[in-house]
C-alpha cells in the first residue's frame, strides 16, 4: 500500500486526482481489519503514512461519523535521525526509499513542505530535510483539524501529542489507552510485553556508519541556524 500511494501523491502531486482511489483502498483495509470482531473494538494503526499519504481521506470521509483520535508521537530529532542512519536510510540500494521514506528534492512543487533543498548524497543531510518535511505535514494536519473544530465540524476528531518514551512499556499504555476512549487488553498486553522487540536493534548494531552522534546533532544545530526549518521537534 506504501509505494504506489507515495509516488502518486508526494512524488507527483497527484493527491486530489488519487483521492477516491485511496479512500477506498483504506476504507476497505479497515473494514476487513475489523470484520468479525466485536462493536467494542477499535480500529489502530501506527504509521507516519498516515500523515503523508491517508490522513486527508480518512478524514474527509469519516470524520463527521466516528470518533478518531490521531496520536503524535514524539522523540527527539536526533534520536530519530541516528536511528533511521543506523538502520541504512538513505544509504546506496536501501529499499525504503520512495517506498515509505522520500528525498526532500524529489517532493512535487504541489506537495512541498519546507523551502530549501538537501544534499542529495549525505545520508543525514537527507533525513534532517525528510524528518523536516513530515514534521511540518503533522503541524498542518493539526491546524487543519483545529480550524474544522472553530467551524463546529470534525467534533470528534481529537488530537494528542505525546512523547514515545511515555508510551514505551505496557504499564503506560495500559494507562494511556482510557485518554482515547478504550480499554487495554490486559492479556495480549502480556503477551507483546514478552515479545522480543530487539529485532531493530540488532539491525542497527550491523550497519556500520562513519558518522556519529554528535556529528548528527552538530548538523541538525547547522541546519536549525541556517535554514527555515520547523522548530517543533527538530
Known sequence: ???????????????????????????????????????????????????????????????????????????PARDTIWSQLRLGWFSAGHSGKNVWYYDINDVHVNE????????????????????????????????????????GDWKNVQVIDMWLKDVSDAENVEAFLP????????????????????????KKDRFSSAVTIEQVDARIAYMLNKLPLPRQAL
Open 1 to 75: 500500500m506504501n509505494a504506489e500511494h507515495l509516488q502518486h501523491v508526494i512524488l507527483q502531486g497527484r493527491r486530489a486526482e488519487t483521492f477516491e482511489q485511496r479512500a477506498q483502498l483504506k476504507l476497505r483495509a479497515m473494514q476487513v481489519a475489523l470484520e468479525g470482531t466485536a462493536p467494542n473494538v477499535a480500529y489502530a494503526e501506527t504509521s507516519h503514512m498516515f500523515v503523508k499519504t491517508f490522513a486527508d481521506v480518512v478524514l474527509e470521509r469519516l470524520a463527521d461519523c466516528a470518533k478518531i483520535s490521531i496520536v503524535f508521537l514524539r522523540r
Open 112 to 151: 512541498r513542505q519546507v523551502s530549501y533543498s538537501t544534499n542529495s548524497s549525505d545520508a543525514v543531510d537527507s533525513l534532517i530535510g525528510y524528518n523536516a518535511d513530515v514534521l511540518q505535514r503533522g503541524i498542518e494536519l493539526e491546524r487543519l483539524i483545529q480550524r474544522k473544530h472553530r467551524q
Open 179 to 202: 485518554k482515547l476512549g478504550l480499554k487495554a487488553d490486559l492479556k495480549r498486553l502480556a503477551q507483546l510485553k514478552s515479545m522480543d522487540t530487539n529485532a531493530r536493534e540488532l
